[in-house]
């Protein structure tokens, strides 16, 4: 039975209460749904990037939602109920930041990484909220700064070998039936930027949002150089 459907993957229940099947759709969608299309292989690419870097994450000690694949383009995950804050991870300038920061240039690094925190909102477009609005939703800030810190030292260091900059990414979490805070939603070039190292020739959804080039292909060419890192 389906639960959830959402932009670009559909949340179905399965036969154990505490696991959901998430199904990865050929779609890719930009400006809150604004803008869709449909790339064949899109889905399962973004599965199996998601569920490699679950894995990797997992091995260094980084609670994830991520069970298994059951196929190229569903992942079992335990069920979580979602925190309704999207957390971003700025280590370079790019994308919101530069429109909504004066004196900002593109690829400015960042030392040490910015850590944002935005309402999980589309109707009210995603607002930016401050830690003291936060706190008034009732959500302690520090776990999730922490958890992201750790989450973005190892992404680098992954990316790194594949000769790609981990410019910036979204991160969901999610706590489990336990009160444990899983690292949820999915984890691949969707939900963030890269860069070929020292360029800024992207491997990431702007080149949809941007019209620049083909998303799967530069998704599969991710994928494969993480499969051959291991």
Known sequence: ??????????????????KVLIRYDDKVSAFNGEHMEYPRDKGATCCMISALLFERLEAVGIKTHYLSVPTLNTMLCRKVKIV??????RNRAAGSIIEHTEGLEEGQLFDPPI?????????????????????????????????????NWELQKIFDKIGMDLIDFKLEFGYDDRGGLNLADEISPDSMR??????????????????????VEAYKYILQKLQKSV
Do not use: A, H, N, Q
């Not at 309704?84 to 991870?89: A, F, L, T």
């Open 115 to 151: 850590i944002e925190f935005f309402l999980k909102d589309d109707y009210k477009g995603d607002p930016l909220l401050t830690l003291d609005r936060l706190r008034l939703m009732g959500i302690d800030p520090e776990p999730f700064i922490l958890r992201t810190t750790s989450i």
């Open 194 to 215: 890269l860069w070929k190292k020292g360029t800024k020739e992207r491997f990431d959804k702007d080149l949809f949002r941007k019209d620049e080039g083909d998303i």
């Open 84 to 89: 309704p804050v999207e957390v971003i991870c």
């Open 1 to 18: 039975m389906k639960l959830l459907e959402g932009k670009v993957k559909t949340v179905f229940e399965t036969d154990e209460e505490d």
